[in-house]
């Protein structure tokens, strides 16, 4: 068996192997999404919309639901073919869902995924995001084996970069005009990583 094959085999065993749907942080409950979370998310991302618009392509134009109606329609045979692994991020204390996140790049081969969140306009500044993201760091070490660990963000996107480096994540560099900004433009995106190994 050559090195190569050694390493497809190994990748096929990690995306076959059972992971956990859910875990929890202090005060969050995360948890896998399932098309049952359209409506209640929805809802929240119409709050937050106005926020989600300036860095989410999915959230432009309105409406939201179109977007997340196709979002949803996938994201359990995704979840089952360890394509994406994404979240909805619960608060304990009152039941409410405050944002979602999760692994939207995955390469299995290394393993690396790269980490996309958004949260509730409402509970900004609390704390949230930078919780569930070292979270989500601490659920790809230990049920995902990760060894690296990526966050892209427009470097105008302050305070998604303040979430990536109060979680550990080093810049690497700014990738010239390397993704579409939701009006259509090219932008510039910030490479954060975190290897776990």
């Not at 399932?34 to 989600?52: F, G, P, Y």
């Not at 405050?98 to 299995?108: A, R, S, Y």
């Not at 009006?183 to 990583?193: E, H, I, K, N, P």
């Amino acid at each position: 068996m050559t090195s190569l094959d050694y390493q497809i085999a190994l990748s096929a065993q990690r995306k076959s192997r059972e992971i956990p749907t859910s875990f929890e942080t202090k005060r969050l409950l995360i948890r896998a999404g399932t098309a049952a979370d359209l409506d209640i998310t929805n809802r929240v991302a119409q709050e937050s919309a106005d926020a989600l618009r300036q860095w989410m392509p999915w959230a432009h134009p309105s409406p939201l639901l179109t977007s997340l109606e196709k979002y949803f329609s996938s994201c359990e045979e995704k979840w089952r073919a360890r394509e994406m692994l994404d979240f909805q991020w619960i608060e304990k204390t009152s039941g409410a869902l405050i944002g979602k996140g999760g692994f939207h790049h995955i390469d299995w081969m290394i393993p690396k995924f790269e980490i996309g969140y958004w949260l509730r306009t409402s509970h900004a500044g609390q704390g949230f995001c930078t919780e569930a993201v070292n979270g989500l760091a601490h659920y790809a070490k230990t049920e995902l084996q990760a060894a690296r660990l990526e966050i892209c963000s427009d470097p105008r996107n302050t305070k998604s970069r303040a979430v990536a480096e109060r979680c550990g994540f080093t810049l690497e560099g700014v990738l010239k005009q390397n993704m579409r900004a939701p009006d259509g433009s090219l932008r510039d995106s910030c490479m954060y990583a975190l290897v776990l190994n």
